[in-house]
């Protein structure tokens, strides 16, 4: 059982950047994908959650109309597109495959190992 991400890097701000999850050993396309990040110093937090089941999507207040989350079943692979970035994004960012997707009820089964995203000059 593997999530595993990618696309991470230093970027200056107002850059872009797009991360990417390859799920790998179990079904993947029945939970919903969901990215979090952990800035240096602060507690983890949820970014994005895109639904398996409808298709809905949700963000944080933060990078709402700048993050954009996507998936491909068919390759078994999540996206974070990232644009118009600030240094504030500067976090170590986890892809997440949980049964449920609602701010304050996520029930993750499997977690990436995270890449790191740095936005400064």
Known sequence: V???ESGGGLVQPG???????VASGFASNYYAI?????????????VACLSAQDGNTIYADAVKGR???SRNKAKKEGYLQMDSLKPEDTAV??????TTCA????????WGQGTQVTVSS
């Not at 850059?15 to 999850?21: D, I, M, V």
């Not at 969901?34 to 949820?46: I, Q, S």
């Not at 960012?93 to 949980?98: H, V």
């Not at 701010?103 to 499997?110: E, L």
């Open 2 to 4: 593997q999530l595993a």
């Open 15 to 21: 850059g872009s950047l797009r991360l990417s999850c």
């Open 34 to 46: 969901a990215w979090f990040r952990r800035a240096p110093g602060k507690a983890r937090e949820g």
């Open 67 to 69: 993050f954009t989350i």
């Open 93 to 98: 960012y986890y892809c997440a495959a949980s």
């Open 103 to 110: 701010w304050g009820s996520f029930d993750v089964g499997f």
